[in-house]
């Protein structure tokens, strides 16, 4: 402990679990990481246990520790809890926060590229049956020419839905701007204007539901929409539409999801589930027109090598007495509305 109190560089809580600073910090960057920061290794739950002297020196958190109040004011030189594990969890005071100008920002948004592409690989096998094709070549039933498209449709011209338009849906419009395909976008906290700047139609959610090919669920998990795309929403999309879950399964009804695929309405993919990982006899394991993903889509090892860029970036910002500007800020009219699950593994 001595050696991390004898100098004045700033210093900065590590509570990053279930990262870890070797996943999103590269060599090179975890080596400035050490050099412009005293750092003091913590189990998130075990931060109100820290001594005194380092809670009340402490400037930056890195994770999303539990706080309470009691801890938060021994804290008196901290300015931003930089949240590596990039949903934001009910767990802190942040009302308490946010008056005492302590920044919250998240590195989630290095995620929505790398979902995006996935959602668009999803759609596309979903169009033209990629992987059923593959497993049927493999075991010699395969079905050439005509006869293996008898279901194959195109993404390209297709009317497509979007239902969130936040960091993840602002890239998957971006991969399917290539489709000239009409996307209509659902986001009750998006204004219209921004809507239709990124080239996009404002649309009721019984509209995106009823009126696209393809449906994609991008949106946040909060405390006004767990579970809203149940029965009644399934049953307003089109006979055969496709239904692609890509942000978190809590937005989702899922036995409706898989009664509404079981009985041949719509088909699905999903990258989330309700339990993850899934027990190993869970039914949608099973069940045809469902495509599976295990949680994968954002799991690549770019992205969270960039994370640990953006949190050295933003320190430093802050460091020379500047907002941050790389990690995204949490809201104070949203924060404590959200409800996803953290992440239990990388």
């Known amino acids: 402990m001595p050696d991390i109190m004898a100098n004045n560089r700033p210093l900065a809580i590590s509570a990053p679990a279930p990262r870890t600073l070797d996943l999103i910090f590269t060599p090179q960057a975890l080596k400035d990481l050490h050099q412009r920061y005293r750092i003091v290794e913590a189990d998130p739950d075990d931060i109100a246990g820290l001594d005194?002297?380092?809670?009340?020196?402490?400037?930056?958190?890195?994770?999303q520790p539990p706080l309470d109040h009691a801890t938060l004011q021994r804290m008196g030189q901290l300015r931003a809890i930089l949240n590596v594990e990039s949903n934001l969890i009910n767990n802190m005071p942040y009302e308490v926060l946010f008056a005492r100008g302590i920044h919250v920002v998240t590195t989630g948004?290095?995620?929505?590229?790398?979902?995006?592409?996935?959602g668009l690989a999803?759609?596309?096998?979903?169009a033209r049956g990629i992987v059923d094709a593959d497993l049927a070549f493999r075991e010699g039933r395969e079905l050439w020419g005509g006869d293996g498209n008898r279901s194959a449709r195109l993404l390209a011209g297709a009317d497509i839905g979007i239902i969130g338009f936040g960091d993840l849906g602002k890239a998957l419009n971006r991969v399917l701007s290539g489709f000239r395909a009409r996307i209509r976008v659902f986001d009750p906290w998006m204004p219209a204007s921004i809507l239709r700047d990124n080239g996009v139609e404002p649309a009721s959610l019984d509209t995106v539901l009823g009126d696209s090919d393809f449906v994609f669920v991008v949106a946040?998990?909060?405390?006004?929409?767990?579970?809203?795309l149940g029965e009644k929403a399934f049953a307003r999309m089109r006979p055969g539409a496709a239904f692609i879950l890509?942000?978190?399964a809590g937005v989702v009804d899922f036995d409706a999801l898989m009664a509404a695929v079981a009985r041949g309405h719509i088909v699905a993919a999903s990258d989330v589930f309700p339990e993850e990982p899934l027990p190993l006899d869970h039914p949608v394991r099973r069940l045809p027109g469902f495509l599976?993903?295990?949680h994968r889509a954002g799991a690549?090892?770019?992205?969270?090598k960039k994370m640990g860029d953006m949190v050295l970036e933003d320190m430093d910002l802050m460091d020379r007495n500047l907002p941050p500007m790389r990690c995204k800020?949490?809201?104070r009219e949203t924060v404590a509305r959200m409800r996803s699950k953290p992440v239990t593994a990388n």
Request: aromatic fraction near 8%.
């Open 52 to 63: 005194d002297d380092i809670l009340s020196e402490a400037r930056y958190i890195i994770g």
């Open 109 to 118: 948004q290095v995620f929505a590229e790398p979902v995006a592409e996935l």
């Open 122 to 126: 999803m759609a596309l096998n979903i």
């Open 220 to 228: 946040s998990v909060t405390s006004e929409n767990e579970g809203f």
């Open 246 to 248: 890509l942000s978190r």
């Open 292 to 294: 599976r993903s295990a």
């Open 300 to 304: 690549l090892d770019s992205a969270f």
């Open 329 to 331: 800020r949490a809201e």
